[in-house]
Each structure stands twice: as C-alpha cells, then as structure tokens.
C-alpha cells in the first residue's frame, strides 16, 4: 500500500498540471475571441468568414466556462470581487444604464453579451492568475493575433489586408480595421520589448520578434499606432531609468508630468506642420470635427448619465448631424473618453477615473518594488491605454480585449496581500 504513495502523488501533480494547462488554454483563447479576431472577412462584409451561429457558439461556451472556474474557486472569487469597490461601481453603474438608455434593448443586449462576460473574464484572470502569469497570457494570445493577420494578409490578402475605401492597401488582418490590428501590433511590440530588456532570463526570440512586429507595423500604415508605440517605448525606457530611485520616486512623476506636457506642446503648437510631413490631413481625418460636434452637441442632453451603454452610435436618430459637421456619420468619436461620457455620462467617467488613478499608483510602486517585465506590464499597459484612447475608441468598443486586462489588473492590484508584498 505504501508504494502506491508515490505513483498517486505523481498522478496528482499530473492531473493538477493538466488542468493548469487547460486554464490558461482556455484563457489565451478568451482574450482572442474579446479581440474580435474570429470575425475577420472582406471589408464591408456583414458576416465574417466564420459562421455567425459558431461565434454565437463560442461566446456562450466561453461565457458559461468562466462562470464554471469562478463558481469552482467561489471563496477566491468573491475576495478578489470585493478587493476594488470603486470597479464593482463602475461595471454596476454601466451595468443599470439601461434604466436610463434610449435605446434600452441595444443596451440589454449588449450588457448581457459583451460587458457582463468580459468583467467576469476579467474576475476569474485577477483571481486565478498572479500578474506575471497574467502578463505571460496576453503576451502569448497576441504574439497568436498578430501571426494570424500577417498570415491572412500574405494567404489571403482579400481578407486580410483593406480592399478599398480610404485604408485600400493596408494591412488589417484578423481585425476589423487597420486601427485596431495596429494598436494590438504597438501593444505587442512594448511587451517584446520588456521580455527582451527586462525579463529576469533575457529571451532572444523576443528580439526578433519584436524587430518583426516593427516592420510589419510600419507596413500596416497606422500611423498613430507607430506614434504612440514609439512614445510608449520612450515610457518604458523612463520607468527603468527612474524606478529605483526610492523616496526620490516623485522625480519619476515630474519627468513624466514635464515630457507629457512637453510632447503635447509640440504637437499643438506644430500640428499642421507634422501631419503635413506625415502625409495626413490636418484634421486628423476628421477627428477634430467629430470631437467638437460631440462636445459641444450630443454631450450636453446627457451629461450625467450618458446615453446608455451601446446605444449612442447604434441609433440613426441619436448620430445625425454628424453628416454636416464632420461630413459624414462615424462608427465611434475617434477617443475612448468621449464615447465613455457618451455611453456612462460623466458620473461613468469619473468612477473610470477613480479606478485608472488608484491602479496606476499601486503599478507605479509595483514597478519601483520588482526588477521583473512582468511587474513592468501594469504600469506601462495603463499608460498606452490613455495614449491609444486620445486618437482611438478602444475604451468602449466591442468586443474589448483591452477592458478585460484593464480590469484585471484593477482586480490583482487591489488585493492585500499583494499590495502589503509590494509595499515591501
């Protein structure tokens, strides 16, 4: 009897290994499918190549999956839950928007559909996963995202690279647009840069890889993608210069605060002149338009509570006008913050603010605490995301792959024994 000890303890470590195996499988495939990449197809297209019925599928699979781990791990669960109040607001106050939505059936299905599985995506990662492997994770689904639209652009280019319209010849891949394969290529390229700077074990293939994500963003013809990853890898190169500095860490926030400004400066004061150099309209492609006519228009009605989540650009009603100001009818506002106020109103917006602030403090002394890529990663994910949110709409736009890591990271840094560890 005895020796059976030994064989059943193997076989447990096993079993646990292979279950550590699925999870993260089954995680990474999450995070693909919040990146939308299984909607790929033509441009204009209304069903991707995939049939809508198998999305349907898998949506529903992934969404009763994750409440099967949560309910698995219940105790785990509701502690991480309750770790961060301030973002059990937030996703509660999206949540009831429809009470108040013009369009309440749009805001129903598209809290029933998109956000309630993402924030518990998002719970069950904070819950089951430690940063690094969190990190690990979304480095893996998109170094997966991003060889899969190269893929599609070099296989099956009337896929994966825009046909026609003002984005003819550039590269899209998997995703929706140009835009959105680029700001998940720059997150891509940041992340490479840690693991091949950073990682405790440098990783060589990162290099290359990274070297690779590179050209292939140069190709993609996003160029604030290009922009913005440059400014970030700038960010990264600041917080490793600075972040051991100690009580001398506000040093850290007056250069970042200096840069920040000065950057915007440069960019204010010489605006038609850079986008001139870069071949781009002075409007930003009519950005500017649709930013003011969203301030000083469609905000106002609304300021409070917003429109309700996923009703604003849904609703032909509710976008007309934009037609004469900006001389035709957007998808999104072209900024992350505005289409928040649009969708949650103001008391939305400042509830977001409450929750981004606190986690970006406790990343920042993360990042001065652990000489670790991976305890980078939070500090530098919530920058970009304020960076791609200025010139994007990647704060609300569905299905988000970027709000799931949002929140999750929100979750782990929340939780006492890692910020006592961290304080350390």
Same mark, same amino acid.
């Given at each position: 009897?005895?020796?059976? @000890? ?13 279950? =550590?195996?699925?999870? #993260? ?17 033509? =441009? =204009? ?10 999305? $349907? ?21 509701? #502690? &991480? ?21 013009? /369009?309440?059936? &749009? ?5 029933? #559909? ?15 996963? $430690? ?30 690279? @825009?046909?026609?319209?003002? *984005?003819?010849?550039?590269? #899209? ?10 700001? !998940? ?28 994500? +590179? ?23 600041? *917080? ?24 915007? *400066? ?7 002149? %850079? ?5 781009? /309209? ?14 000083? $228009?469609?905000?106002?009605? @609304?300021?409070?509570?917003? *429109? ?6 849904? !609703? ?12 035709? %009818?957007?998808?999104?506002? @072209? ?45 530098? +994910? ?8 200025? +010139?994007? !709409? ?31």
């Amino acid at each position: 009897m005895e020796a059976q @000890h030994p064989a059943f303890g193997l076989d447990k470590i096993s079993s646990q290994s292979r279950l =550590d195996f699925a999870e #993260k499988a089954f995680t990474v495939f999450s995070l693909l499918f919040f990146m939308g990449i299984f909607g790929f197809g033509p =441009d =204009d297209a209304e069903t991707g190549v995939i049939p809508s019925f198998v999305i $349907t599928l898998i949506r529903y699979s992934t969404y009763g999956t994750t409440i099967l781990l949560l309910a698995f791990r219940i105790n785990n669960t509701l #502690k &991480t839950a309750f770790s961060n109040k301030w973002v059990l607001c937030l996703i509660s106050f999206i949540s009831i928007s429809f009470l108040w939505s013009q /369009d309440p059936s &749009t805001t129903i299905d598209v809290i029933w #559909k998109e956000l309630i599985p993402m924030f518990l995506l998002s719970l069950y990662m904070a819950s089951r996963f $430690t940063i690094e492997q969190q990190f690990s994770l979304a480095v893996q689904a998109f170094i997966i995202a991003f060889f899969f639209s190269v893929l599609l652009a070099v296989a099956m280019p009337g896929i994966g690279i @825009h046909q026609t319209g003002a *984005y003819e010849g550039s590269l #899209k891949g998997a995703f929706g647009d140009k835009n959105r394969f680029g700001a !998940s290529a720059a997150t891509l390229l940041i992340a490479l840069f840690m693991l091949k700077n950073y990682a405790e074990e440098k990783q060589g293939w990162a290099f290359m890889l990274f070297l690779f994500c +590179f050209a292939t963003l140069v190709v993609s013809s996003s160029i604030t993608a290009l922009v913005l990853s440059v400014v970030s890898l700038f960010l990264v190169s600041l *917080y490793q210069r600075f972040k051991w500095l100690g009580k001398k860490s506000v040093l850290l926030v007056n250069i970042f605060t200096l840069l920040s400004i000065s950057f915007f *400066y440069v960019i204010v004061s010489s605006w038609i002149e %850079i986008l001139t150099f870069l071949g781009r /309209d002075p409007t930003l492609s009519a950005r500017t338009l649709i930013w003011n006519y969203v301030i000083t $228009t469609k905000i106002p009605p @609304h300021p409070y509570l917003g *429109y309700g989540k996923g009703a604003f650009w849904s !609703s032909e009603r509710l976008t007309s006008g934009f037609e004469y100001a900006a001389f035709h %009818i957007p998808s999104h506002s @072209h900024n992350g913050f505005l289409d928040l106020i649009l969708e949650a109103g103001l008391i939305g917006f400042a509830l977001f603010l409450i929750v981004w602030i606190t986690a970006y403090i406790r990343s920042v002394r993360l990042a001065y605490n652990f000489k670790k890529a991976s305890y980078l990663w939070p500090s530098i +994910f919530l920058s970009m995301m304020i960076l791609f949110n200025i +010139f994007e !709409s990647y704060l609300v736009l569905l299905p988000n792959v970027n709000w799931v890591l949002f929140i999750a990271l929100a979750l782990s840094l929340s939780q006492k024994p890692f910020c006592l560890r961290a304080s350390h």
